[in-house]
């Protein structure tokens, strides 16, 4: 059988591009470090990364939006901190036991008035908090500063006055807002009821009407159940010319019995962080995993490869010297 050059020159070429395609292959997934690039090269482990990568980037979704809900509460327990100290220093300093001797001098008292005025100013001021343009206290309304503190000492939240009559429309709209939610998707497996309403337990709430914290309404003996509102009452009787003892103690005893609502909200909100402590653990562990996942799918054993990349550019080199001494020995032909 007759062996043509040609034919020679042909097979080679053939053979030639075959090892430049399974060099460049090696090449690729050395480069990329992963099994395969494109969904022709595998589509069972293509279709099966896409379902991962899914999986991971809503995960980090969920990971991101914690981290912000977790910034959020930070800010939301700092103020009440700072609330709850102011509370503390008007409980200790401003009771009915410092209004005893020397201190009822209508000099003395009215130092203490502005004190206590200045109090309630920034128990207001913390109430307004921010974190990224959005008001943390509003409930569900966070573009709107929710307490306004007038002129003539009336504290109102969201334009509602919070000192409302129970039974009357407003002490209903504040009974309505002080239960405001706003749920986020942590991860949970976010789902509606029959109803069209999220499920309480698939969702997070990160809402805090600021009512629920310093309270809101009147007790049956007319007095008001917001501490705000009581500080302002208590520096008002201390700037009049005529100190009342009693009803001062009144408002005192009321105002350290209110006060417990901010150290409820701060108790709560502990309960908050360490449930997000406790899910962001779990989301990075399953961050984790499917990274793991994605590797075994798309990833390649490195040291494998970098053989089998040496190993194919030894064949190509090994290919271009053949092709040398072939091409070499047909042109000798040709010149005889």
């Given at each position: 059988?007759?062996?043509?050059?040609?034919?020679?020159?042909?097979?080679?070429?053939n053979?030639?591009?075959?090892?430049?395609?399974t060099?460049?292959?090696?090449?690729?997934?050395?480069m990329?470090?992963?099994s395969?690039?494109?969904?022709?090269?595998?589509?069972?482990?293509?279709a099966?990364?896409?379902?991962?990568?899914?999986?991971?980037?809503?995960?980090?979704?969920?990971?991101?939006?914690?981290?912000?809900?977790?910034?959020?509460?930070?800010?939301?327990?700092?103020?009440?901190?700072?609330?709850?100290?102011?509370?503390?220093?008007?409980?200790?300093?401003y009771?009915?036991?410092?209004?005893?001797?020397?201190?009822?001098?209508?000099?003395?008292?009215?130092?203490?008035?502005?004190?206590?005025?200045?109090?309630?100013?920034?128990m207001?001021?913390?109430?307004?908090?921010?974190?990224?343009?959005?008001?943390l206290f509003?409930?569900?309304?966070?573009?709107?500063?929710?307490?306004?503190?007038?002129?003539?000492?009336?504290?109102?939240?969201?334009?509602?006055?919070?000192?409302?009559?129970?039974?009357?429309?407003?002490?209903?709209?504040?009974?309505?807002?002080?239960?405001?939610?706003?749920?986020?998707?942590?991860g949970?497996?976010?789902?509606?009821?029959?109803?069209?309403?999220?499920?309480?337990?698939?969702?997070?709430n990160?809402?805090?009407?600021?009512i629920?914290?310093?309270?809101?309404?009147?007790?049956?003996?007319?007095?008001?159940?917001n501490?705000?509102?009581?500080?302002?009452?208590?520096?008002?009787?201390?700037?009049?010319?005529?100190?009342?003892?009693?009803?001062?103690?009144?408002?005192?005893?009321?105002?350290?019995?209110?006060?417990t609502?901010?150290?409820?909200?701060?108790?709560?909100?502990?309960?908050?962080?360490?449930?997000?402590?406790?899910?962001?653990?779990?989301?990075?562990?399953?961050?984790?995993?499917?990274?793991?996942?994605?590797?075994?799918?798309e990833g390649?054993?490195?040291?494998?490869?970098l053989t089998?990349?040496?190993?194919?550019?030894?064949?190509?080199n090994?290919?271009?010297k053949?092709?040398?001494?072939?091409?070499?020995?047909?042109?000798?032909?040709?010149?005889?």
């Amino acid at each position: 059988m007759r062996i043509t050059t040609s034919a020679i020159l042909r097979n080679y070429k053939n053979n030639l591009s075959t090892t430049i395609n399974t060099l460049n292959s090696s090449r690729t997934k050395v480069m990329t470090q992963r099994s395969f690039n494109s969904v022709a090269e595998n589509p069972g482990a293509a279709a099966r990364a896409s379902q991962l990568h899914r999986k991971y980037y809503k995960n980090q979704d969920n990971l991101s939006m914690l981290n912000d809900v977790q910034s959020r509460q930070d800010g939301q327990e700092d103020a009440m901190r700072q609330i709850n100290d102011m509370l503390k220093t008007v409980g200790k300093d401003y009771g009915i036991q410092a209004m005893s001797g020397t201190n009822q001098t209508f000099e003395t008292r009215q130092g203490y008035s502005s004190a206590l005025k200045e109090f309630q100013k920034s128990m207001v001021l913390s109430l307004n908090s921010t974190y990224e343009d959005t008001f943390l206290f509003a409930g569900s309304d966070g573009k709107n500063p929710p307490f306004v503190l007038s002129e003539d000492g009336t504290l109102t939240y969201r334009n509602i006055n919070v000192d409302a009559a129970k039974g009357s429309e407003d002490y209903k709209e504040l009974d309505r807002l002080s239960n405001e939610k706003l749920y986020v998707d942590l991860g949970l497996g976010l789902s509606l009821d029959e109803n069209n309403k999220v499920v309480p337990s698939s969702a997070f709430n990160m809402s805090l009407p600021g009512i629920n914290a310093v309270g809101y309404g009147k007790d049956d003996d007319e007095m008001s159940n917001n501490v705000i509102v009581l500080t302002g009452q208590m520096a008002d009787l201390l700037s009049a010319e005529t100190f009342d003892a009693q009803q001062y103690q009144k408002l005192a005893s009321k105002f350290d019995k209110v006060s417990t609502g901010i150290l409820n909200q701060v108790t709560e909100l502990g309960v908050k962080s360490e449930f997000l402590t406790t899910t962001k653990d779990r989301l990075e562990n399953t961050d984790i995993s499917l990274q793991e996942q994605m590797q075994n799918v798309e990833g390649i054993d490195l040291a494998k490869a970098l053989t089998d990349y040496s190993w194919n550019q030894y064949a190509y080199n090994a290919a271009l010297k053949v092709g040398t001494s072939i091409l070499s020995a047909s042109f000798i032909d040709f010149m005889k």
